[in-house]
């Protein structure tokens, strides 16, 4: 009888390939075994035709188990389905999906999709997004308390409402970051700016940026000036549609208060790094600072011209940002933005979470008498350092992955009287950080930030729902208040800042 396996636990997504060769590296025999692997989903399902088989199989993988990246389950025969084996998975070639290609709208609708629309009417599009996924958190919210057999929560008689999205100060010009791609446009002439068209479709091309109103003149400036460097260097941009080429990515930081610029030209590893150095000797004039990136393993770095950071101000602290580290790209948005934060803060310990470059601790850092912040990027991490002394705030930072280090932070500040702030990138929290932030004594404030409220209202759920078995430990949050706030005018995107409270104590 054969033996059916289901291995879980790859903590992401890997393509279908990928994990065939995993399997063949690891079982270099692999006669008779065969494959499942639903799309998208971080489980395979293995057949093997004798038990022995399938146990060598799993001991080739036992440092991983214990390790916690694996772990194998019985799977049951229904789950399975039609399966591949390993040899015709690693022998396919990828299928050649083509769609029919629509004609191309102005960058402008892509880019920057409002631009047309009244700003007041963005501002109550953004509300009603906002609205849309609170309604649906707390509809469930509802659900699960007429489930739940404790206490009620008594804030669903009357929730807080949306408050009006607070505008951004700048509405046009306002992006301290701009991406450019460099690449070909429609005519196959060389053009740095932004990507139009799909891939499949066969009509991917660069357009100029010069209709996007969400940037600055200076930056749209530079990017005929780096077009001009280029195409005087000689040297091709990638080609999309053959993946060969040189040059690829163009990133320029601009600050408000300090008027300082940094441009970052990304190119692929090759042998003519010198040449480009040369044809891009003009450009050092032109900003502050130029810093050229070679990608290969590791990632090469090169500073050309001047420090190789900028330093901005943020509601009177400074901040030193590096060529690849996170800063909002509103700078004027941000301040609204951290303003509202700051209000919420109470406390002697303020946890920030996915801090970037440590700037919503350190603004908020009159507030509380102690900051520990957590990033999984390194060099972010090392500007928050910087970042914290140059600003003299007692700030300590850890790296790594928020969800594996919450749990011994928690243990280590339980009992202080602690207030969270969370940042997290677009698909929101991961289930480990919402189980410590609800069981961690001693913090009973928190304020989420997002970028999606349609993440950020799940999570929520995690964090409101009524105290109940082994899911929903602890005493629930309460929302208090939920602020909006643009950070992205002419386009749908917008921020959202929800301010927490633990009214019954751990
Ligand atoms: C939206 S940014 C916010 C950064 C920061 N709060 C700021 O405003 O400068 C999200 C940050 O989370 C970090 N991040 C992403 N996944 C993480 C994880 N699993 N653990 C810790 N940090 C993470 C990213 O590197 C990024 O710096």
Sequence with gaps: MNKRLCWQGIDKWISEKKLARILKDN????????????????????????EERMNTFVEAFQPEIVNKKYKFKQATDRAIGKGKSIEEILLSKPPKVTIEAQPLGPIEDKVTPYWNMQY?????????????????????????TKKSDTVPLQWLSEPPQV?????????????????????????????????NGQMAAGNLRVDSPENCINISQFSKDIAVKVEECVKASGIPPVDTKTNEGVWKTVLLRTTTYTNQSMLVLTVNDNHQISKIEQALQPLSSEVDTLVLVVQKSPRQIKV?????????????????????????VNTSGCEILYTEVMNSIEGELLLDICCGTGSIGICC???VKRIIGIEIVPEAVEDAIINAQMNNVSAEYKVGKA?????????????????GVVDPPRNGLHKNILTALRTTKGLDNLVYVSCNPETMF??????????????????????????PVDMFPHTPHVECVVALKRITKL
């Design 27 to 50: 079982l270099p025999s692999i006669d008779g075994l065969l494959l499942a692997r639903p799309p998208k989903k971080p489980y395979a399902f293995l057949e093997f035709d004798t």
């Design 120 to 144: 007041s009417a963005q501002l109550l599009e953004k509300k009603n997004q906002v609205s849309k996924f609170y309604g649906t958190f707390l509809k469930d919210m509802e659900i699960k």
């Design 163 to 195: 408050l009006d999205v607070k505008s951004s100060p700048a509405t046009e010009g306002y992006r301290n970051k701009v991406e450019y791609t460099i690449g070909y446009a429609e005519n196959r002439e060389i053009k740095v700016g932004f990507t």
């Design 304 to 328: 050309l011209s001047g420090s190789g950071f900028i330093t901005e101000r943020l509601l009177n602290k400074t901040f030193q940002i590096s060529p690849l580290s996170f800063f909002q």
């Design 365 to 367: 850092s009159d507030k």
């Design 403 to 419: 969800e594996d280090l919450m749990k011994d932070i928690s243990r280590e500040v339980e009992g202080q009287v602690i207030t």
């Design 458 to 483: 799940k999570d929520l759920v995690q964090l409101c729902a009524p105290e109940s078995g082994k899911k929903f430990r602890a005493p629930p949050f309460v929302p208090l208040r939920v602020q």
